[in-house]
């Protein structure tokens, strides 16, 4: 099947400052990906959806100064949480799909972690 | 706006036996795919099976088998012959007609050996 990596797979950082997740996708093109945010114990929630060539379109409630998307190829998407706060502690997990009718395929997952 | 409903926070079944997953949703589109998803510690998302909507059968994949009932919104995932392997939050997900996925609450299925 479809495979679909995550740089870095856990991360530590100090509140303030900024922290960029990539996701690939290493087998197919995806022009479109997605973000998603878990928390401990609970479901994923879609963040966004990254488009390549174009701005990435946010979901209610998510704010897209704090959680900047660029999708600069056909294989790459990042996600850079800026001015990090601990409450931006949490597992961040990319998709794609190949364009064929289906389900995603899932990266592994960013562990981020805000001191 | 489509939502995913999974009533069962947490279910446990004997190893080699069956359980099934319940799974209800909400929608107003006639063309869509559902999807049951795996979750292991390893936190990495497995997909289980999947449904297109506008197939009456079916589907099936080894062990795992759903019941999809369209008039009622519902899919159930049924597990065969359960293993310790199979032990895993398990998400009901609806994909939308702009390809973004709904994940439901999800169930948290213990195996005992």
């Known amino acids: 099947g479809a495979v679909v990596s995550q740089h870095p797979s856990w991360v530590i950082c100090k509140s303030g400052t900024s922290v960029k997740i990539e996701c690939r996708s290493l087998?197919?093109?995806?022009?479109?990906m997605f973000w998603y945010r878990q928390f401990p114990k609970q479901s994923l929630m879609l963040m966004a959806t990254?488009?390549?060539?174009?701005?990435?379109?946010?979901e209610q409630g998510v704010e897209k100064d704090k959680f900047l998307i660029n999708h600069a190829s056909l294989t790459l998407s990042t996600l850079t949480v800026t001015s990090a706060h601990p409450e931006d502690s949490s597992f961040y997990i990319c998709s794609a799909h190949p364009g064929l009718a289906g389900g995603q395929f899932f990266g592994p997952g960013t562990r981020l972690t805000v001191l | 706006a489509q939502t995913v409903t999974q009533s069962q926070p947490e279910m446990s079944v004997q190893e080699a036996e069956t359980v099934t997953l319940s799974c209800t949703y909400d929608?107003?589109?006639?063309?869509?795919?559902l999807f049951w998803y795996k979750q292991p510690p390893s936190r990495q998302m497995i997909l289980v099976i999947r449904q297109e909507a506008y197939k009456q059968q079916n589907a099936t994949e080894n062990r795992f088998s759903v019941n999809f009932q369209k008039a009622a919104k519902s899919f159930s995932l049924k597990i065969s012959d359960s293993q310790l392997g199979d032990a895993a939050m398990y998400f009901c997900a609806y994909r939308t007609s702009y390809d973004k996925v709904i994940f439901g609450p999800g169930t948290s299925l213990s195996v005992i050996p």
């Open positions: 929608t107003s589109e006639s063309d869509y795919y």
């Open positions: 990254s488009n390549e060539g174009s701005k990435a379109t946010y």
């Open positions: 087998d197919f093109q995806a022009t479109t």
